[in-house]
């Protein structure tokens, strides 16, 4: 069915998803939908449109749920591709971080690392993101108690290795 899918079962599932955004189908399912819809070869509205979704749900599931875990995972997938324009996303990953705090520590360590990732990849929202919020994110770390504090010290450590100027010494690294 999705290999031989035209513009309107396209545009009638697009419409069904957004509308289930708004709470009345589990965000699971529509992850797993959206993320199989950009498998395929859309056109640049369609795949736009299934991207905006995503960030939409992205921003509307609660914090350290799973869905939303997933929709982090879908979106950095998405990100190392050069089909989709999740700019302003990366660039909003490293300042969500502040000031939000889940017991578990789950979806914190999640975006940490997708930082890590992008800015190993020399990433330019990335590291554009950094320049500004790299010193109230150490600041935030050092307020973490117990294995959270010291995996995030240890990623953000890791964070600002990859996205400083190689030229500069790394003398000034969080020391864990």
């Not at 545009?11 to 965000?27: F, K, N, Q, Y």
């Not at 199989?36 to 749900?57: E, F, M, Q, S």
């Not at 599931?61 to 875990?69: H, Q, V």
């Amino acid at each position: 069915l999705m290999d031989t899918m035209n513009d309107e079962l396209l545009v009638r599932i697009l419409r069904s998803a957004e509308s289930s955004s708004m709470g009345a189908t589990d965000p699971e399912l529509q992850l797993n939908l959206l993320k199989n819809l950009l498998k395929r070869h859309l056109d640049a509205v369609h795949r736009d449109a299934a991207v905006k979704l995503v960030i939409d749900l992205y921003g509307n599931l609660p914090p350290g749920s799973r869905a939303r875990s997933q929709a982090i995972c879908l979106l950095s997938e998405l990100a190392e591709g050069e089909a989709f324009d999740l700019g302003d996303w990366l660039k909003s990953l490293a300042p969500n971080l502040l000031g939000q705090s889940t017991h578990q520590f789950t979806e914190e360590t999640l975006v940490l690392q997708t930082v890590l990732k992008f800015a190993k990849m020399k990433n330019k929202f990335i590291v554009e993101s950094l320049l500004s919020t790299l010193p109230a994110l150490i600041d935030w770390s050092m307020n973490l108690e117990g294995d959270a504090g010291h995996k995030a010290k240890s990623l953000l450590t890791c964070i600002q290795y990859h996205s400083s100027d190689p030229s500069k010494k790394c003398d000034t690294l969080i020391s864990t």
